[in-house]
């Protein structure tokens, strides 16, 4: 029963959350979404160098747009999803190369990309605490390759809206590292 709840809990999270995300996005003025995730906080710039390939990913409706701030920071990876399963990976890409539909509806590399595992994933959020609780879309993708991959250091991108007290988490959760948004860089462990 208290899975049930927890399940519940985080639907229903998740359209607020959602919900709220949109509306901020929407209301952005043409500057600040310009100025928006354009350039990394001079500490996270010195440890992307040290860690390639970068795993980033393709914004989707209002999720913040990275990929320019990724640029200069090559090699790129992007999750990449063979089917309509639970299981993803990350595939090489470089700006100005081709993106296909996959088949959650999401743009991401060519089948045929080479198959990479990043140094350090940035990925989207839906929800965050202080604590590096993540809430995702609810697909566990993300939980699944990071429990795969223990050592990838893991940083969440989202609107300062998207912050929650306290994510509510089950086991198979995996917290991050760090979160970035547009006001600031929230380091929430020691592994960065």
Known sequence: MLSEDLARNKRNLREKLRFRRKHFAANLDVLSRLGAFRALPAPLAAILDDRPPVGGYVAWGDEPDILSMLADHPPLALPHHAARV???DFRRWAPGETLIKGPWSTQQPADAAEAV???LIFCPLVGFDRRGGRLGQGGGHYDRYFARY???RRIGIGWSVQEIDAVPAEPTDIVLDAILTEQEFIITGDRL
């Open 86 to 88: 639970d299981t993803m």
């Open 117 to 119: 595992v990043p140094g």
């Open 150 to 152: 223990p050592a990838i």
